[in-house]
């Protein structure tokens, strides 16, 4: 399912079509160039040594920013380590995804004040817990839906297939988006993936669409109507978007080893920006002027960006200790103070 | 007010009460509506609270947990019934990985109280993997508190306070006592949990035990003929080992019962601690009186297994003759 | 997909059929009895307090006596507890499956001797088992196959899932065959399955086939069909058996608590048994004598049945620690040292 | 004949070794074909065997563990790769109901001769289920052997020996100490593994320790005031409690040492065996240096949670002064 052409030019669909006005159209543009942004300065900052690692989410722009515009203030998102895209446009703090990857927090943000969980490593385990969250919102009647993210190579694991089951078993509200990337890690998804993705909905009794995930007026058109149908309480949708993984898989991946520079290439004509891009002069929605007021404005902040992380403080050691719990904890408690009382020993010996 | 009930209807009980307590309390598990559960645990709440409450899941412990997990954070606190001891591993990533590391992930913004009820242990002449004692994999498991009661009291207060608990709490039932009748006082809910009980007094050797074996442990006491006193763990995370502590300064010897493999057991870690801090008072080795490092046997070989008051005295014995 | 109607009339299909000898026909009328005998005596048997458990296979005979026919003798099966008919086939001694349900044993047999696994209990695992022998099959370039029996309620689990992600990529030589007896204990499988099991397949890139579990021939067509594809190197498939467990899920369950009686009654006029037995008399293939006959054999083997498991000797106590390690354990070989000094010393002692 | 090796090249060369030595000796796991996997343990493999014997597995460990078992049924030996230790629990099911379980319960006809190795522990900086210590989960499960190297020359030994054994192994690689250079002496392959090395021979304090802590174990014998004698336990289960004890008969004193959290940890079985077995020797309470009862912390903190060459001698000062 495509609206734009890699060529940049409007394409029609006869059953999905999208009208944005062109505020919303610049803002995709301007939103799609500061995540890519976000990402460029994080890897920059990856190899200066000031993060400990960094997943890109090069490429896959407008699958990210498209879906997650897609969504209302009380839709609740569950990311994964790399869609930087979808938490930007939930409106988190860039600054707490940095902490994730500079290893400050293994969260960063609070889910509830953005509605957006914080990422899931573990590959799948964020499917179910986004599908019992829309069982949640069955239960409260509620009109908000869930859109759950994941990878080709997710959709490997059991957690992935059982949330396909309880979806459709309790008809939850909810979105299944999975990036097909064509990678995970080394293996290209067409190595376990013998029947399309999207196809694989229909043994579970829901509906699987494919879109071209650098489109992302595609790629809003599905989500809004897979959401549409999660309100309506006819149950989940699964979302195949197609796109390309062109970075590494992380800043300790080397591609090299496992794959050839002109598939690389090939994609880099179907970018999702430069597509919007074109579409947006072509249509005289958007001059010179306006692309390059949005790319000195990406330049200045991410001068910022790079500046707040280099200064980024430390939490406080015994912090640790935090939030493992809710409540009291005898033995915990006294490692807490042993803790505490070892490292003031330090203090006051000068060792250290 | 007091009852007479069986462990079993004490924790339906429990059920109820928490249920009718707060609406946000939901069941969840494979089984537990019409048919009530196996040991029919939720016996005559699907009747009463309806599916919306009362949910039977679909076949996958994965998803039981995981979907428990959305639920929690959408403002419900689900209580999980696990059908049997061996099918918790299915769902043990989403307990490790999700279950105990969330709240901690979120700096506090995420609350996950969930409770994991578990059938555990032997005894019943069950198959294969229907009488394991796994609390151990669960007691390791930081951001997790895991309980056990003993007897029917034990049952409703340990689990109302789970339910009413703001952590996740694997809640662990010792399915061979299901049957056993104890009278309840409901006004005992609210006693915290967390703490040992000594069940008994004793002055020649401090005997900790916990889920069924603590009749066990009991029924060594009147055969023995020495003073035993009668820790019941009930909490198995956190350990009070400061309660032992204390008895074990007054017994200086200390004999622990489980029914899981004793390798990393319970025990391990009663026994290290204690060691630990007792070391001054303790006039002979701990002793532990647990089930073998094998799998869990055949049912017509379980009593092997299982401790039992005979290999209790035996270990008492040698604690005293040390 | 059906070759005999209900009525025990023989129907045709245009991609599957199947002829057999008049002796092959009256085989499998006799198999079934027997797995039939097999289950009341066992039923029976427990009630009496002779066995701990039964998991009773009443009214699935023509779908695991069927589907077991087909196999060849080296292909592999691996069933679960309810598939008494599939172990009956692969030539199991009843007796080795009377030892697990008495809790003599909990496995019975060496899976090796009749290239029939033990049976699983943990719902699922038991195909990622079979998926992993097959690929096994297909590194050594083996013409075998194997054959891996679930229910409906096991389509819930993530290991069929991930068993069928395996078994697509490696191009296993597998069937799947599902038992959807329309319960999973108290739960009606319509209500986790939303579209038929079958159906599945499709979106994991092999084939799915709906059969009825009742008509012992067209079990066998499909069966052998999804077979031969798979010795072919073409892949798994997948067959739903559509069926129904006519008795409570295993002697400790209580069926009235959850179902009607009438559902049963319908299922009666559907019983696998009587449907071959019209059809070998109407064709005059076998007649009164014949059924008399093998009724009498069915009872006298059923009585010696029963004698043997009520004097089944009891596996001597230490062998509980038999065959956790094929090596030595220097921890654990202590434990069954001081196992038995310390029942020695009982018996000395003459206590217990 | 001996050469210098990173342990990550001694875990290859030993792969290599019994990959030629036994053609039905497969590897199985994410990534470890054309990217020799994320540590490039496997580097060069699937070059030199083929990608039928070095077998890229789809992204479920519950299925690379679960068609293991078939596979070595089959007759194959499959050595599995689990990316990381926060990655395994979705195999745990399969590991503890059937890898664990299937020689017993066939009585002894079905052999499953896996190993399983899993990079494991912190100290790289990496992110959250990167950095743990599950170990105790295994050495509690009957019918598993677990072994740690905690060396080039462990590494190579251990490896091969664990693949050579008709049993089940669990194999914890130190992923921090897979660039530590270290000589190997490819004759010492055949080494029985399931005994603990005393790697530094001392009479005030024994020091346990295993795989990443054994090399922190050193640099505090190497900064103690005292005489430590440094013991590598290798393998966690069986635990080699002989050894230990024959050390502590000597010196009096334990501590032990792992990252993992403290409770229910490797250190509360071997200070309950000791604890027992050495009761007259122990002249002070046995400490353990341990992390702490917590998630693992992100990276900028692992060093507070990690045991350190000065928590080892803040222990072994204490049981010095007891
Ligand atoms: C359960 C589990 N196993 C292994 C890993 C290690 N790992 C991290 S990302 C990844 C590949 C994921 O591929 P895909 O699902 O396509 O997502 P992508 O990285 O392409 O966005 C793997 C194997 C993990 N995080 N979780
Ligand atoms: C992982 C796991 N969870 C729960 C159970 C308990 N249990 C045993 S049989 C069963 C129902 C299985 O239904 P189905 O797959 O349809 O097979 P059937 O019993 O109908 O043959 C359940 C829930 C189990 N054995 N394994
Ligand atoms: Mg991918
Ligand atoms: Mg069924």
Chains 1, 3 share one sequence.
């Not at chain 2, 008994?200 to 916990?210: I, M, N, P």
Request: one cysteine or more.
């Amino acid at each position: 399912m495509q609206l734009l052409t890699p060529e940049g030019e409007l394409a029609s669909h006869e059953t999905y079509s999208l009208t944005l006005t062109d505020a919303e159209y610049k803002l995709l543009y301007r939103e799609m160039v500061f995540v890519r942004r976000l990402d460029q300065e994080a890897t920059a900052l990856q190899r200066q040594g000031q993060l400990g690692l960094w997943a890109s989410s090069l490429g896959q722009e407008a699958a990210q920013v498209g879906s997650a515009f897609a969504l209302e203030k009380n839709d609740f998102a569950f990311p994964t380590y790399r869609d930087h895209g979808v938490a930007w446009m939930r409106g988190v703090d860039p600054m707490k995804i940095m902490q994730v990857y500079r290893g400050v927090s293994n969260g960063g943000w609070d889910p509830f004040e953005h509605r957006c969980n914080t990422y899931t490593i573990v590959i799948g385990n964020q499917v179910l817990n986004g599908v019992g969250y829309a069982m949640g919102l069955t239960l409260d009647q509620s009109e908000d839906a869930v859109i759950t993210y994941f990878g080709d190579g997710a959709t490997a694991q059991g957690d992935v297939h059982e949330g396909f089951v309880f979806a459709s078993t309790f008809d939850a509200p909810v979105v299944f988006f999975c990036q097909n990337n064509q990678w995970a890690i080394s293996q290209p998804s067409e190595k376990f993936v013998k029947s399309p993705i999207y196809k694989r909905a229909d043994g579970f009794g829901f509906p699987g669409v494919l879109v071209d995930g650098n489109d992302i007026l595609a790629v809003i058109a599905v989500t809004r109507a897979a959401l549409e149908r999660a309100r309506s309480g006819a149950g989940p949708t699964l979302i195949e978007a197609f796109t390309y993984r062109m970075a590494a898989h992380t800043t300790s991946d080397d591609p090299t080893r496992y794959r050839h520079e002109n598939d690389l290439q090939n994609w880099k004509l179907k970018d999702p920006i430069e597509r919007l891009k074109v579409m947006l002069a072509r249509n005289g929605i958007a001059d010179r002027s306006f692309f390059d007021a949005v790319g000195a404005e990406a330049d200045t902040w991410g001068e910022t960006l790079r500046a707040s992380v280099r200064s980024m403080p430390e939490p406080p050691p015994e912090s640790i200790f935090d939030h493992v719990y809710t409540e009291k904890h005898a033995v915990l408690d006294g490692q807490r103070a042993a803790f505490i009382d070892y490292h003031e020993g330090f203090a006051d010996s000068g060792v250290h | 007010m007091t009852t007479e009930l069986t462990m079993a209807k004490a924790l339906n009980l429990a059920l109820r009460t928490a249920m009718e307590a707060d609406n946000k309390v939901i069941l969840f598990g494979e089984d537990i509506g019409k048919l009530g559960g196996v040991f029919r645990v939720t016996d005559g709440l699907h009747k009463d609270f309806g599916e919306h409450r009362v949910i039977d899941s679909p076949l996958a412990e994965s998803g039981i947990v995981g979907t428990a997990i959305g639920l929690a954070m959408r403002g419900y606190r689900p209580v999980l019934e696990i059908q049997f001891d061996g099918f918790v591993f299915p769902g043990f990533d989403q307990i490790i990985s999700q279950l105990a590391k969330v709240h901690r992930r979120t700096h506090g913004s995420v609350k996950l109280p969930i409770t994991i009820r578990i059938p555990y242990g032997g005894g019943i002449g069950a198959v294969e993997h229907h009488s394991e004692s796994p609390e151990a994999f669960f007691a390791h498991i930081p951001g997790l508190r895991v309980l056990t009661p003993s007897d029917p009291q034990s049952a409703y207060s340990c689990l109302l306070s789970a339910i009413r608990s703001d952590d996740p709490v694997i809640f662990f039932e010792p399915k061979r006592r299901y049957w056993d009748k104890g009278v309840v006082d409901q006004t005992q809910a609210i006693a915290a949990p967390w703490q040992a009980r000594i069940l008994r007094a004793g002055s020649d050797v401090s005997v900790v035990a916990y889920g069924p074996m603590v009749k066990t442990a009991l029924q060594a006491a009147d055969a023995s003929e020495y003073s035993l006193e009668i820790i019941d763990l009930q909490s198995l995370s956190p350990i009070d080992d400061k309660s032992i502590a204390e008895s074990v300064a007054r017994t200086g010897r200390l004999v622990i019962v489980h029914e899981a493999p004793g390798t990393l057991g319970l025990g391990a870690e009663i026994a290290a601690r204690i060691g630990k801090s007792c070391f001054y008072n303790l006039v002979a080795p701990i002793e532990r009186v647990t089930g073998y490092d094998i799998p869990y046997p055949p049912s017509k070989l379980e009593e092997y297994y299982l401790p039992d008051h005979d290999r209790i005295l035996f270990a008492v014995d040698s604690v005293m003759e040390a």
